[in-house]
């Protein structure tokens, strides 16, 4: 991995970028937006993350993020996606008037299988591309 994608220092802002497997529009219903929302509430208060700017589109977002001493971008990225993507999962189950559950779940199946992950499905692409923010 080339060194512009490693978290260069975890108090310095970082822009990253996390997307849906597939470029699947998954993101387009605010319930599901909501979701990606209260996870990064959760995280400013409790793990440490300063949310600088964010954006979240159909499938992907966009945040550019620093963390407080004694916490690690690697760890609440990680935390924040698997946390997310077993959640909207969850969502797309359970929500009756999905319209795409089957064609997303198979999606969504079929990333998981072709990795060594024991999840059954894989929501985010495994990177996240941090871009430390130190010139201009």
Same mark, same amino acid.
């Given at each position: 991995?080339?060194?512009? /994608?490693? #978290? @260069?220092?975890? +108090? ?15 993101? &387009? ?32 977002? /966009?945040? #550019? @993020?620093?963390? +407080? ?15 997310? &993507? ?38 985010? +692409? ?11």
């Amino acid at each position: 991995m080339s060194s512009k /994608y490693k #978290i @260069v220092d975890d +108090q310095i802002p970082h822009f990253v970028t996390s997307t849906v497997v597939g470029w699947v529009d998954a993101l &387009s219903r605010e319930m599901y937006k909501e979701i990606i929302c209260k996870s990064l509430r959760y995280c400013i208060d409790n793990k440490g993350l300063l949310l600088h700017a964010w954006v979240i589109m159909p499938n992907h977002f /966009y945040l #550019i @993020v620093s963390c +407080q001493s004694g916490n690690t971008l690697q760890g609440i990225m990680r935390d924040l996606k698997k946390y997310t &993507s077993r959640q909207i999962v969850k969502a797309i189950t359970e929500h009756d008037h999905e319209t795409r559950r089957e064609w997303m779940l198979n999606m969504f199946r079929y990333a998981a299988s072709a990795n060594t992950s024991t999840e059954e499905y894989q929501f985010w +692409q495994h990177d996240y591309h941090p871009i430390a923010l130190i010139d201009p």
